[in-house]
T-cell receptor
């Protein structure tokens, strides 16, 4: 069964706690992306990686960290430095090519709630 | 800088036609995408445009004018299941392969 999996679907975080959101893909895509979605804000780019062992900050990287040790996996850690982490987190993948038509495919998302 | 504008909300009735507009400002335009997102779900790809003109895909069409920084998504023969958010996104060469999204337009279709 091919695709992008994100786990868990819902995640609760206590104040001051770090949490890690999982994103796994078996599409053999080189590029992976993390977006955050808040009501009325659309999707905002947190981090992206175009190749293993390399990643770049997006527009709102502060308070987040990532790693890309394997092509299939791009976990996102929400650190205690992120003061407003409650949001819907979406992972996406793409071939990473420069062609204009290269689109992104999204996982089902993880909803993070702060207790 | 980059800026993408879409209307926040639109309403329409079943069987009608609706046009969702999107204007953008980017320094290195390299394609425009439309995604559909139902509440609580992931966005799904609808269409992309890189050259001026109209791209048709069944009930959905998307238009692009690069000189005007303008696109629209046209939905024909509306169905209740078309009630969703529609996201306009652009690829900017200066942002690598990542997409820059607008805030989305929530479309409500009534009977």
């Amino acid at each position: 069964d091919g695709g992008i999996t994100q786990s868990p679907k819902y995640l609760f975080r206590k104040e001051g706690q770090n949490v890690t959101l999982s994103c796994e893909q078996n599409l053999n895509h080189d590029a992976m992306y993390w977006y955050r979605q808040d009501p009325g804000q659309g999707l905002r780019l947190i981090y992206y990686s175009q190749i293993v062992n390399d990643f770049q900050k997006g527009d709102i990287a502060e308070g987040y960290s990532v790693s890309r040790e394997k092509k299939e996996s791009f976990p996102l850690t929400v650190t205690s430095a992120q003061k407003n982490p409650t949001a819907f987190y979406l992972c996406a993948t793409g071939t990473g090519g420069a062609e204009p038509q290269e689109t992104q495919y999204f996982g089902p998302g993880t909803r993070l709630l702060v207790l | 800088g980059q800026n993408i504008d879409q209307p926040t909300e639109m309403t329409a009735t079943e069987g009608a036609i609706v046009q969702i507009n999107c204007t953008y400002q980017t320094s290195g335009f390299n394609g425009l995408f439309w995604y559909q997102q139902h509440a609580g779900e992931a966005p799904t790809f609808l269409s992309y445009n890189v050259l001026d003109g109209l791209e048709e895909k069944g009930r959905f069409s998307s238009f692009l004018s690069r000189s005007k920084g303008y696109s629209y998504l046209l939905l024909k023969e509306l169905q209740m299941k078309d009630s969703a958010s529609y996201l306009c996104a652009v690829r900017d060469n200066q942002a690598g392969t990542a997409l820059i999204f607008g805030k989305g337009t929530t479309l409500s279709v009534s009977s």
